[in-house]
């Protein structure tokens, strides 16, 4: 960087696109002169007081480090993910940049002073998460169910069904308070908290069914408050049509008008909630306070009596009424009591500190309410008898002696006639408004039970959207994204707002709860299962990203409430829970299927690398074992967008099998190009190729150095590759001498670390770099205003800031090779010259398994005498009938020893001419220093000294074009190069080999031990 004045020149790496520096996103840049003071480009120069390069984010702006004025302090942007927000996300200087430059940027300009946006609404831990799981726990079945259910399962009985909901909610809670403490959680509730722990195969389906059963349970509270109103309607004679369509009416009106607060904004909303509480509060006090207070004769006739002894013992076990009454009966009608806890949790977005406030407010309120529901039950208990005629003629006289043996006639009335007839319709066992009767002024308690159901249902109408919103913007699932869009300063879903609305109008004109209420049950169930099931699952992968704040949880408790609420889904309504899970089923099949282009850092994450990381563990301690063996390869493939045969060759017979590792050397003098290399854009090409294999890249002054290294550091354990392919070298008469003894110094250095190798040839050559920037050229050419470097760019930029790394985009696109094409009844021929073990068989019989090479015969050329012909042939085929390989047939090449013809061998000696060693040239020179300057060259004693060899191999090329035609890949075994060989001679034997061929060609040579056996042990 240069200053003059108040002007400020950066200067960066060219390949730099832009990154963020104490708030300031510089987005353009461009190299400066140093020694020149050109003007300073646009986007680039800084006047004092005034930044002309981005905007910026005020509460970024922090101290530089004492090392450097561009280096920069820890500071909360650079780890905040503020594109969930939808502000700008702050990254800070690479280190390429840090090495490069040493500048210093301008004080930070003054803050505007313009009057800032409106803040949106936010909610403290009581406000927002207290009141809100107090308000959706204490719905209808506290003031409608609780009392009968008392009548039915006995005050025991029914303090067990409530502390075994408490149990589980209890579990829950805690598990949604280490989840919402292990990081920022934003809005999405219970959805965001299991898809990014458990990931989007997960997270997606209870997305959706969570958001479906928030739904619901608008509706069904809403039809409880409907009929709580038509029964009023009733007492007074008055009725709009009849009782069900009372009910759908009054329904439709009453959720249209919770409708109309929920679109007004949750300030609003909370102010609403806050009124509905106060109701509660009130209510709840007049009941018992009127439970004190002595009852009248109007009271007595109904069954209330206010506390006494008898009642209470009498009401301690249970009195099970009706055909199907029972205890998990009794508990499946009561559970939906449990249903709120994660109204504070579906709001998340809306609260000023959601991993404070969740803890906190979710397990008060849990207590505060299992306070009052115990309270409630055990009181109604004893203060109520089960079963009261409601006719003040049923008052006893002071001195009667006659006949009476109910419970209520030693208060002075006589049920039994009722009883018996079992036409009592009052008490414990046959009225739902017990708490009504009993409490000091009706009216409340029916103030109450519109408070508890309309606040339940503004509730769950408020969380289905916020939780559906996230779903929407995930984009997990098709064609609901048009439902995600958010408005106002709250970001409020308002069409997330009208899908719910019409799914609740949709069941409220059913006007049955007990046709609602068997789903909702197994939904919520279901959720808290998955919400224990994600908090266990972090846990045990021992993830060092897995720090909750909230301690006080165990995974061994969120496994057991998992699996719990998995059971009473089961107990409650089996045929509901079956749906349940059909519903999941079919949506996590679609998120596997599709694989949403998603990284969340889950859990399954975790456990996959924990998995991985045992078994190489494990692996290593066991011995290795011929029938085991599987090869492992180590593929020279440079970039592997620029040599998919290669690619495609080797994961023919890897996938699914064994270990293929892509490394790419990066020679010296392309250290310019190495941050354009970006390893996941060529991760991505694979997996879209649908070869399974890793990528590895590694520094090297040449092919052998860089070989070498790749040998020694790839792999872990016993996954390590014990085979290396490479490419032919098809320009070695042209390229320079150090580039072909480093070639051949590699396959022997590939020997010596005891590895196989591979050499592939193809007719057209492996490397297609060239057809790429042809079409570049092309498509520039057509359109002036093209850029090449954004149409086939073979190596990505590095910057990781920019959005377009993580598209879907691959490097190149998708060339076709001829091993993905399907080989037809073409042959595989292998010419078996040396016994290497038995890769040379191992190999192809990989390939033909696969399903474009199935129909390809395999035969098996040997090289033999013709007067042991027919025993040579019969033994070759009863070893490969003992290995249980299907050959299709064995030949016996008989006529190798023949003289190649003269043209072949006139080639091959003009091959190697450029490579003469030429002593008569250098007759003062002795021969051996000669051979000490140039290693790879050929001296006449060395050509004819290997003059047999060299003549077999042209031989063997003739004998190979004339069997293998029409062949689909030929297999020869690769000679070992010895030390006595030149490099250039040696090359020259690979030419002769595999030259002339119009299908690929592979040279193969194992390390000399066996990889086939015909043994069992």
């Given at each position: 960087m240069t200053k003059s004045n108040s002007l400020i020149n950066i200067h960066v790496p060219q390949n730099h696109t832009g990154f963020t520096v104490m708030g300031i996103r510089i987005t353009r840049i461009k190299p400066v002169d140093h020694d020149s003071t050109p003007p300073p480009p646009p986007g680039v120069a800084v006047e004092t007081g005034e930044v002309d390069l981005a905007r910026r984010d005020r509460s970024a702006l922090r101290r530089p480090s004492i090392y450097s004025t561009i280096d920069t302090a820890p500071q909360h942007g650079f780890y905040a993910n503020d594109t969930m927000t939808g502000r700008m996300q702050h990254s800070r200087p690479s280190l390429e940049f840090l090495r490069s430059v040493n500048w210093a940027l301008p004080p930070p300009p003054a803050e505007d002073s313009g009057k800032p946006a409106g803040e949106p609404v936010r909610f403290g831990w009581f406000m927002g998460v207290t009141v809100r799981v107090m308000l959706n726990i204490w719905g209808v079945i506290l003031f409608l169910r609780l009392t009968w259910i008392t009548s039915q399962a006995g005050i025991i009985l029914t303090w067990a069904i409530i502390l075994m909901s408490v149990v589980i909610t209890v579990i829950t809670a805690m598990s949604v308070s280490?989840?919402?403490?292990?990081?920022?959680?934003?809005?999405?509730?219970?959805?965001?908290?299991?898809?990014?722990?458990?990931?989007?195969?997960?997270?997606?389906?209870?997305?959706?069914?969570?958001?479906?059963?928030?739904?619901?349970?608008?509706?069904?509270?809403?039809?409880?408050?409907?009929?709580?109103?038509?029964?009023?309607?009733?007492?007074?004679?008055?009725?709009?049509?009849?009782?069900?369509?009372?009910?759908?009416?009054?329904?439709?009106?009453?959720?249209?008008?919770?409708?109309?607060?929920?679109?007004a904004g949750m300030e609003w909303e909370s102010k609403a909630q806050l009124l509905f509480f106060g109701v509660l509060l009130i209510s709840l006090a007049n009941y018992f306070v009127g439970t004190v207070i002595p009852a009248n004769e109007e009271k007595q006739a109904t069954g209330f009596f206010s506390y006494r002894k008898e009642i209470f013992v009498s009401n301690l076990l249970p009195d099970w009424r009706g055909a199907e009454a029972g205890f998990f009966q009794m508990f499946s009608i009561f559970f939906p009591a449990a249903t709120g806890i994660l109204s504070g949790v579906n709001i998340c977005g809306d609260l000023k500190d959601p991993e404070s406030a969740i803890p906190k407010g979710t397990l008060l309120a849990i207590f505060w309410t299992t306070i009052s529901y115990l309270g409630v039950a055990i009181v109604a208990g004893a203060c109520v008898v089960r079963d009261a005629s409601g006719n003040l003629n049923d008052s006893l006289p002071v001195n009667h002696t006659g006949m009476c043996e109910g419970l209520g006639c030693g208060f002075g009335w006589d049920f039994d006639a009722c009883e018996q007839n079992k036409?009592?319709?009052?008490?414990?066992?046959?009225?739902?408004?017990?708490?009504?009767?009993?409490?000091?002024?009706?009216?409340?308690?029916?103030?109450?039970?519109?408070?508890?159901?309309?606040?339940?249902?503004?509730?769950?109408?408020?969380?289905?959207?916020?939780?559906?919103?996230?779903?929407?913007?995930?984009?997990?699932?098709?064609?609901?994204?048009?439902?995600?869009?958010?408005?106002?300063?709250?970001?409020?879903?308002?069409?997330?707002?009208?899908?719910?609305?019409?799914?609740?109008?949709?069941?409220?004109?059913?006007?049955?709860?007990?046709?609602?209420?068997?789903?909702?049950?197994?939904?919520?169930?279901?959720?808290?299962?998955?919400?224990?099931?994600?908090?266990?699952?972090?846990?045990?992968?021992?993830?060092?990203?897995?720090?909750?704040?909230?301690?006080?949880?165990?995974?061994?408790?969120?496994?057991?409430?998992?699996?719990?609420?998995?059971?009473?889904?089961?107990?409650?309504?089996?045929?509901?829970?079956?749906?349940?899970?059909?519903?999941?089923?079919?949506?996590?099949?679609?998120?596997?299927?599709?694989?949403?282009?998603?990284?969340?850092?889950?859990?399954?994450?975790?456990?996959?690398?924990?998995?991985?990381?045992?078994?190489?563990?494990?692996?290593?301690?066991?011995?290795?074992?011929?029938?085991?063996?599987?090869?492992?390869?180590?593929?020279?493939?440079?970039?592997?967008?620029?040599?998919?045969?290669?690619?495609?060759?080797?994961?023919?017979?890897?996938?699914?099998?064994?270990?293929?590792?892509?490394?790419?050397?990066?020679?010296?003098?392309?250290?310019?190009?190495?941050?354009?290399?970006?390893?996941?854009?060529?991760?991505?090409?694979?997996?879209?190729?649908?070869?399974?294999?890793?990528?590895?890249?590694?520094?090297?002054n040449g092919l052998r150095e860089g070989a070498c290294n790749l040998l020694q550091s790839t792999g872990l354990g016993k996954m390590k590759p014990n085979i290396l392919v490479m490419g032919f070298k098809a320009n070695w008469r042209e390229s320079a001498p150090t580039g072909l003894e480093d070639y051949i110094s590699t396959i022997n250095d590939t020997f010596d670390s005891n590895y196989g190798v591979c050499i592939l040839r193809m007719m057209d050559g492996l490397d297609i770099s060239e057809e790429i920037e042809t079409e570049e050229e092309e498509l520039s050419s057509v359109n002036p205003a093209f850029d090449a470097s954004e149409a086939g760019q073979t190596w990505p930029s590095n910057d990781m800031d920019r959005e377009s790394d993580h598209e879907d985009v691959p490097p190149t696109a998708q060339t076709r090779t001829v091993f993905q094409n399907k080989q037809g009844k073409k042959t595989v021929d292998i010419y078996w010259i040396?016994?290497?073990?038995?890769?040379?068989?191992?190999?192809?019989?990989?390939?033909?398994?696969?399903?474009?090479?199935?129909?390809?015969?395999?035969?098996?050329?040997?090289?033999?005498?013709?007067?042991?012909?027919?025993?040579?042939?019969?033994?070759?085929?009863?070893?490969?009938?003992?290995?249980?390989?299907?050959?299709?047939?064995?030949?016996?090449?008989?006529?190798?020893?023949?003289?190649?013809?003269?043209?072949?061998?006139?080639?091959?000696?003009?091959?190697?001419?450029?490579?003469?060693?030429?002593?008569?040239?250098?007759?003062?020179?002795?021969?051996?220093?000669?051979?000490?300057?140039?290693?790879?060259?050929?001296?006449?004693?060395?050509?004819?000294?290997?003059?047999?060899?060299?003549?077999?191999?042209?031989?063997?090329?003739?004998?190979?074009r004339r069997n293998s035609k029409h062949a689909a890949l030929v297999i020869v075994s690769l000679p070992v190069p010895q030390s006595d060989c030149p490099s250039s001679l040696y090359m020259a034997w690979l030419d002769s080999l595999t030259c002339g061929l119009h299908c690929p060609a592979l040279l193969i040579r194992g390390n000399q031990q066996n990889v086939l056996t015909f043994y069992c042990q």
């Open positions: 280490a989840i919402s403490t292990n990081g920022k959680v934003y809005s999405g509730g219970a959805y965001f908290m299991i898809s990014r722990t458990l990931g989007p195969e997960m997270g997606g389906p209870i997305g959706v069914v969570f958001s479906f059963a928030n739904a619901l349970a608008c509706a069904l509270n809403t039809v409880g408050f409907a009929e709580t109103v038509r029964d009023l309607l009733q007492e007074y004679n008055a009725q709009m049509v009849d009782p069900t369509n009372d009910v759908r009416i009054i329904g439709v009106l009453t959720v249209t008008a919770l409708l109309l607060i929920s679109m036409t009592c319709l009052f008490g414990l066992a046959n009225d739902f408004q017990v708490m009504r009767k009993a409490s000091g002024y009706g009216h409340l308690i029916t103030a109450g039970i519109f408070a508890a159901s309309l606040s339940s249902a503004l509730g769950f109408l408020v969380s289905a959207p916020k939780v559906f919103q996230c779903l929407c913007n995930d984009n997990i699932y098709p064609y609901i994204g048009f439902f995600g869009k958010g408005y106002g300063k709250n970001n409020e879903p308002l069409r997330a707002y009208l899908l719910t609305f019409v799914i609740s109008i949709a069941f409220i004109l059913i006007a049955d709860l007990n046709v609602i209420a068997p789903l909702i049950s197994n939904f919520f169930l279901c959720s808290y299962a998955l919400i224990n099931f994600s908090c266990f699952h972090a846990s045990i992968t021992n993830s060092p990203g897995w720090r909750p704040s909230y301690k006080y949880y165990s995974p061994w408790a969120s496994l057991f409430g998992a699996v719990i609420s998995v059971i009473l889904m089961f107990l409650f309504t089996w045929w509901a829970a079956l749906f349940t899970f059909c519903i999941i089923l079919f949506l996590l099949g679609y998120v596997i299927y599709k694989k949403p282009q998603v990284n969340w850092g889950s859990s399954v994450q975790a456990s996959t690398y924990n998995m991985a990381l045992s078994y190489s563990v494990s692996l290593s301690g066991v011995e290795d074992h011929v029938k085991n063996y599987r090869p492992q390869c180590l593929v020279l493939t440079g970039p592997p967008n620029l040599r998919p045969a290669l690619v495609d060759f080797v994961g023919s017979f890897t996938k699914n099998v064994s270990l293929m590792i892509c490394g790419d050397i990066i020679m010296e003098g392309e250290s310019s190009d190495v941050p354009q290399r970006n390893t996941d854009t060529l991760i991505k090409w694979l997996n879209q190729r649908k070869v399974r294999s890793f990528y590895t890249r590694f520094s090297g040396s016994d290497d073990g038995g890769l040379t068989l191992l190999i192809p019989y990989l390939i033909t398994r696969r399903k474009r090479w199935h129909h390809c015969k395999v035969r098996v050329f040997i090289v033999g005498d013709q007067q042991t012909m027919d025993e040579e042939r019969t033994e070759m085929m009863s070893l490969l009938k003992k290995f249980r390989l299907d050959v299709a047939d064995v030949i016996v090449v008989t006529d190798s020893k023949k003289a190649p013809l003269p043209k072949n061998w006139k080639r091959f000696g003009d091959s190697l001419a450029p490579f003469s060693l030429k002593e008569e040239e250098h007759r003062d020179v002795p021969v051996q220093e000669l051979r000490r300057e140039s290693p790879w060259k050929v001296s006449d004693k060395d050509l004819e000294a290997l003059r047999p060899k060299s003549e077999r191999k042209v031989r063997l090329n003739e004998i190979i």
